[in-house]
């Protein structure tokens, strides 16, 4: 068991409990901080972990051009060529500005899997279909996972809270937050689909694509939100990384302290053999 979820050694420890910090290690950072400073942590890794208001501007807008497109020639090529052209250029400003890229290639491989997928079958409502099939496998993963034990949710922002896996063995409210988060993103997405393929299979290209444009963001910023706030009531994430770190500065100062006692252990013997040892009363 690796110290990313090694089980905690404090028979009192509870959700609700930090246990003290082994000798030669610092607490935790977060462990004392107060509500607006958990507040403050958890909505900076939700905002890094999806992307914020221009990771949705991103995942938006490309979907948007093809329909309004779509809706005014009925020109599937030119409205596919659009959509990925505006992904592109989007990928493109994230590369020039040196950002994170992730969002915006996730869009653009989306984006070109829906063009792809049109152009072979001649259908433009296939457009949305690769998109709305990863909808659908996102939102089983989260509710697998979760019934598994393992929250997706937890996956995603472990290592954005630093924490990796620990939760999952050493932070049991946590792991409990997660997993409520989960079941919200599993279900409103499920909920998603349950609107989107009746859809695909009785309304028209445009109707569709509306309907999908506007069920982009309200239930993104919903599951978000219900994220945030299992977040914010959850214990205070355990920065793994920084325990690595104090306990390899305590090993060596523990290596340093033991080569000075080495180092002055000859001039000792030798001040010994000066003095003609120890002399003992007669």
């Known amino acids: 068991m690796t110290s990313y979820d090694r089980p905690p050694t404090d028979p009192d420890a509870s959700p609700g409990h930090q246990a003290p910090a082994p000798a030669g290690l610092s607490a935790p950072p977060g462990a004392g901080a107060g509500p607006d400073a958990g507040r403050e942590v958890t909505e900076a890794a939700?905002?890094?972990?999806?992307?914020?208001?221009?990771?949705?501007?991103?995942?938006?807008?490309?979907?948007?051009?093809?329909?309004?497109?779509?809706?005014?020639?009925?020109?599937?090529?030119?409205?596919?060529?659009?959509?990925?052209?505006?992904?592109l250029v989007l990928c493109a400003v994230r590369l020039i500005r040196r950002d994170t890229v992730k969002h915006a290639f996730s869009g653009v491989f989306g984006v070109a899997f829906g063009v792809v997928f049109a152009m072979m079958t001649g259908n433009a409502k296939d457009f949305y279909l690769p998109g709305?099939?990863?909808?659908?496998?996102l939102a089983l993963a989260y509710i697998v996972t979760t019934l598994a034990g393992v929250p997706l949710i937890g996956l995603i922002l472990g290592p954005v809270f630093k924490e990796n896996l620990s939760w999952r063995t050493r932070n049991p409210g946590r792991k409990t937050a997660y997993a409520k988060a989960s079941w919200?993103?599993?279900?409103?997405?499920?909920?998603?689909?349950l609107i989107l393929f009746p859809l695909y299979w009785w309304?028209?290209?445009?109707?569709?694509?509306?309907?999908?444009?506007?069920?982009?963001?309200?239930?993104?910023?919903?599951?978000?939100?219900?994220?945030?706030?299992?977040?914010?009531k959850a214990p205070a994430p355990i920065d793994v990384f920084a325990e690595m770190e104090a306990q390899e500065k305590a090993e060596e100062a523990e290596r340093d302290?033991?080569?000075?006692?080495?180092?002055?252990?000859?001039?000792?013997?030798?001040?010994d053999r000066r003095g003609g040892g120890p002399r003992h009363r007669r």
Not at 184 to 193: E, F, N, Q, V, Y
Not at 257 to 271: E, F, S, Y
């Open 203 to 232: 309304a028209d290209t445009t109707q569709l694509g509306w309907v999908l444009v506007a069920l982009k963001i309200p239930p993104f910023l919903l599951a978000l939100y219900l994220t945030w706030v299992f977040l914010v």
């Open 132 to 137: 709305m099939l990863y909808t659908l496998g």
């Open 184 to 193: 919200a993103w599993g279900l409103i997405l499920l909920a998603k689909c």
């Open 46 to 87: 939700l905002f890094e972990a999806f992307g914020g208001v221009r990771g949705m501007v991103e995942t938006v807008l490309p979907g948007l051009l093809f329909v309004a497109i779509f809706t005014v020639n009925k020109d599937l090529h030119i409205s596919a060529i659009a959509a990925l052209a505006v992904s």
């Open 257 to 271: 302290r033991q080569r000075g006692l080495l180092a002055t252990a000859p001039d000792a013997a030798a001040a």
